[in-house]
T-cell receptor, first 113, second 110 residues
Framework: DGGITQSPKYLFRKEGQNVTLSCEQN?????MYWYRQDPGQGLRLIYY???????QKGDIAEGYSVSREKKESFPLTVTSAQKNPTAFYLC????????????FGQGTRLTVV | SQQGEEDPQALSIQEGENATMNCSYK?????LQWYRQNSGRGLVHLIL?????REKHSGRLRVTLDTSKKSSSLLITASRAADTASYFC??????????FGTGTSLTVIP
């Protein structure tokens, strides 16, 4: 099946630890995105990548880092510098940026304990 | 931010009724999209309308776009309990990424 896969579904982190969220797609899409969603809120863009080895900051990039070494993969690291990391994280991909539909993964719920 | 705003924030209707939700945005766009999110899940694309289109249909969905007012509406006709979800509009931005609104939470009562 073609699609976009996020793992894990649930993640618990101790304060001060870095954690990495996985996002893999087999849709051959050039563009990939990371969003954060807080309870009852909309989606806020963290980072996006239009092509391999290139990525851009979104509105709330502080405390996060990404890499795009392969077309299929766009992992997100939540660093200890992110002061309020508990949230629902959504990864998406699209054929290119902006003018086509985005396909979303099922999300990772990160909780700081 | 170019993030849109949906209105109302929450909507509760009886099964069989129509549901209308609105989206307003701030700057010029190339297209506007509507997505649906079931609780705790990812978003699913519903429909895309380009800036030179005024209305688009897909099944029970009808989307309108008024670029002069920077607004769009999503109409779901003959609603079903399975339509219960949050609905988001998304606009493209100059750098090519998507910006999402704050969402409308729709509850369809059987």
């Amino acid at each position: 099946d073609g699609g976009i896969t996020q793992s894990p579904k649930y993640l618990f982190r101790k304060e001060g630890q870095n954690v990495t969220l996985s996002c893999e797609q087999n849709l051959n899409h050039d563009a990939m995105y990371w969003y954060r969603q807080d309870p009852g809120q909309g989606l806020r863009l963290i980072y996006y990548s239009q092509i391999v080895n290139d990525f851009q900051k979104g509105d709330i990039a502080e405390g996060y880092s990404v890499s795009r070494e392969k077309k299929e993969s766009f992992p997100l690291t939540v660093t200890s510098a992110q002061k309020n990391p508990t949230a629902f994280y959504l990864c998406a991909s699209s054929i290119d940026t902006g003018n086509t539909e985005a396909f979303f993964g099922q999300g990772t719920r990160l909780t700081v304990v | 931010s170019q993030q849109g705003e949906e209105d109302p924030q929450a909507l509760s209707i009886q099964e069989g009724e129509n549901a209308t939700m609105n989206c307003s945005y701030k700057t010029s766009i190339n297209n506007l999209q509507w997505y649906r999110q079931n609780s705790g899940r990812g978003l699913v694309h519903l429909i895309l309308i380009r800036s030179n289109e005024r209305e688009k249909h897909s099944g029970r969905l009808r989307v309108t776009l008024d670029t002069s007012k920077k607004s769009s509406s999503l109409l779901i006709t003959a609603s079903r309990a399975a339509d219960t979800a949050s609905y988001f509009c998304a606009t493209d931005a100059a750098r090519g990424q998507f910006y999402f609104g704050t969402g409308t939470s729709l509850t369809v009562i059987p």
